[in-house]
């Protein structure tokens, strides 16, 4: 199973972001999809999931300014990042719970950097 993302950049606090995640390879189905965030120094950190079924749980820090959502017969994940602030400035990892053979397993994408400047 491989976890493709796209998006990030460079951005002014306030501004906006776009992250995808397209998941491809062998598998049943995937179940949890997300984004964590690894800011230097810090461990890493769940950001927002959503479940197979559409609910959503978000990081008290992005709740009402970051929106998940995910296209599952693409098996894509995406986030929008509205009203960042340079707290946000993070490597983001895509993380998916695919559904194998012989049960699920967890796996991460390559990491996108957002950096946020002041």
């Known amino acids: 199973v491989q976890l493709q993302a796209s998006g990030g950049g460079l951005v002014q606090a306030g501004g906006s972001l776009g992250l995808s995640c397209a998941a491809s390879?062998?598998?049943?189905?995937?179940?949890?999809m997300g984004w964590y965030r690894q800011a230097p120094g810090k461990s890493r950190e769940l950001v927002a999931v959503v479940t197979s079924g559409g609910s959503t749980n978000y990081a008290d820090s992005v709740k009402g300014r970051f929106t998940i959502s995910r296209d599952s017969a693409k098996n894509t994940v995406h986030l929008r990042m509205n009203s960042l602030k340079p707290e946000d400035t993070a490597v983001y990892y895509c993380?998916?719970?695919?559904?194998?053979?012989?049960?699920?397993?967890?796996?991460w994408g390559q990491g996108t950097l957002v950096t946020v400047s002041s």
């Open positions: 993380h998916a719970v695919a559904v194998l053979g012989l049960g699920a397993r967890g796996y």
């Open positions: 390879g062998r598998f049943i189905s995937i179940n949890g």
